[in-house]
């Protein structure tokens, strides 16, 4: 049974610091595993996505990496800004089924 | 616009009574997915279906039933209301293919039960 946990459960950084979130899952048979950042009140938006194929993936600022012998996941945030506030929630999806199973979420702060 | 949308955006109603929620995409995808999110943030899948089939069904109260009438709408029937039903709930579709099973998500319905 597939179980996805994300550490720290909160952060605060000032801005310009470049992070590490982390994602830990326990079925390394994961067919993908999809990055996403939750704003207060909103939907969830689509950040990256990794197959199980690759070891990492990037867009702009943020870059995802693989790791599923250790059943990990991180997302690297460069010289992150307070628009980075959010919550970040990574979601795994193991292979041969649909489901995604979601981590707990870190919230993070950027602070001016 | 190409979106993954939801109706109503906010629900309140009382105890007992029956809704539904009405989810539609337009990124010709064929599975969708409904998620409850708990007062603690914490996301779970419901139901899944795929080409109308439902593929995912979670241990739900069959108070719940999701109907997807063709591959662009899935919606969600609730009977009988708890109070523990109050939640938000999102709808999220997917495409087949190793490039395009990347999870959209709409803008929720967040549900209130009194």
């Known amino acids: 049974k597939q179980e996805v946990t994300q550490i720290p459960a909160a952060l605060s950084v000032p801005e310009g610091e470049n992070l590490v979130l982390n994602c830990s899952f326990t079925d390394s048979a994961i067919y993908n595993l999809q990055w996403f950042r939750q704003d207060p009140g909103k939907g969830l938006t689509s950040l990256l996505l990794?197959?199980?194929?690759?070891r990492e993936q990037t867009s702009g600022r943020l870059n995802a990496s693989l790791d599923k012998s250790s059943g990990r996941s991180t997302l690297y945030i460069a010289a992150s800004q307070p628009g980075d506030s959010a919550t970040y929630l990574c979601a795994a999806r193991s292979s041969g089924t649909y489901k995604y199973i979601f981590g707990t979420g870190t919230r993070l702060k950027v602070l001016a | 616009d190409t979106a993954v949308s939801q109706t109503p955006k906010y629900l309140v109603t009382q105890m007992g009574n029956d809704k539904s929620i009405k989810c539609e995409q337009n990124?010709?995808?064929?599975?969708m997915y409904w998620y409850k999110q708990d007062s603690k943030k914490f996301l779970k899948i419901m139901f899944s279906y795929n080409n109308k089939e439902l593929i995912i069904n979670e241990t739900v109260p069959n108070r719940f039933s999701p109907k997807s009438p063709d591959k662009a709408h899935l919606n969600l029937h609730i009977n009988s209301l708890e109070l523990g039903d109050s939640a938000v709930y999102f709808c999220a579709s997917s495409g087949s293919g190793s490039s395009y099973n990347e999870q959209f998500f709409g803008p929720g319905t967040r549900l209130t039960v009194l």
């Open positions: 990794i197959q199980s194929s690759q």
């Open positions: 990124l010709g995808h064929d599975t």
